[in-house]
């Protein structure tokens, strides 16, 4: 039995398929497939039951894939902390982001921490998903993952950083740009919008406070990011309701300093929690640690 054994055994488990492991190390199904009964042989029991899309792990295998995963990830830690002890301040950050995150949520940061860390390597990964964010945090890939905050997931903490209210995006000439604020129930119950990434943990969210106000929103245009959400409502071809990202400036808060672009306060709906998830906060590197409570420190207005 070997540390490489386990691992791929892990990323079978998380998968549940044998030939995606394969695709992801470059190697032939059957390599991955010996590491597995190797495993089998050692521990005398079955830990992998075939299915017709796949394999999940048995009981047993349940029981490896934890006391596996649990080890694995503190002889990683350990690694990085013995890393972080020989290089000091040099060594890496690696940071899982969405289309949107660095321009809005961390431009001060990356500013500050490279003039106060140059010998640290900033590493940024566009991540699709808070999913994907969770498996990367899980193996290792990855230090910090940027998310919408949702329900708890085994092995990841997720801390809170900031809330975000809701907006309605509009054209300046739309018949709505001069309301201070929009009722989600009178104002939109019979309007079409640009709808948020579908499956992303912002649309769901967004749906379930709308129907907390009882209301369904309807939707004629669907798109990757909020970034794209907001130009295409500034070009008139729709209104969409997004989180007030910071930076840009809201109906009432000053000047309108959005061109062509409105945004209207939704006050009836519950805010958008966003903030950071980690495998273990108290296990983060020096480096990692430092980068995380900058970002927060200037979301919570606390740098400047």
């Not at 020989?86 to 995150?101: M, N, W």
């Not at 997931?153 to 997720?158: F, H, K, P, S, T």
């Not at 903030?275 to 590197?285: C, E, H, P």
Request: hydrophobic share 45%.
């Amino acid at each position: 039995m070997t540390l490489d054994d386990l691992r791929v055994f892990v990323a079978v488990c998380r998968a549940g398929s044998l030939s995606s492991v394969a695709r992801e190390l470059g190697c032939t199904q059957s390599a991955v497939s010996q590491h597995v009964k190797r495993l089998e042989r050692e521990t005398g029991v079955a830990l992998l039951e075939r299915q017709p899309r796949g394999v999940v792990p048995t009981q047993a295998g349940r029981v490896l894939e934890a006391a596996a995963a649990e080890g694995i990830s503190g002889l990683d830690l350990a690694i990085r902390q013995l890393r972080d002890l020989v290089a000091g301040e040099s060594g890496y950050v690696r940071v899982a982001t969405g289309a949107t995150t660095v321009r809005h949520f961390m431009s001060e940061a990356v500013v500050a921490y490279r003039r106060r860390h140059p010998r640290v390597n900033l590493e940024f990964r566009t991540v699709s998903s808070g999913r994907g964010s969770f498996d990367t945090l899980a193996d290792g890939t990855l230090d910090l993952a940027w998310i919408t905050l949702g329900p708890p997931v085994r092995g990841i903490e997720q801390r809170p950083v900031v809330e975000l209210p809701w907006v309605l995006a509009v054209r300046a000439d739309d018949p709505l740009a001069e309301r201070p604020y929009v009722d989600v129930g009178a104002d939109l119950r019979d309007v079409r919008l640009i709808r948020l990434p579908p499956n992303s943990a912002s649309a769901a969210h967004l749906d379930a406070a709308c129907a907390e106000s009882g209301v369904r929103l309807a939707h004629d245009t669907s798109v990757a990011d909020w970034d794209t959400a907001l130009l295409l409502a500034e070009l008139g071809v729709g209104r969409a309701i997004v989180p007030a990202l910071p930076g840009l400036p809201v109906a009432g808060e000053g000047d309108d300093g959005n061109g062509d672009l409105r945004l209207i306060p939704v006050p009836a709906l519950r805010p958008l929690p966003v903030g950071w998830a980690v495998r273990r906060w108290d296990a983060l590197s020096p480096p990692a640690r430092a980068f995380a409570d900058l970002v927060e420190g200037y979301r919570r207005g606390t740098q400047g």
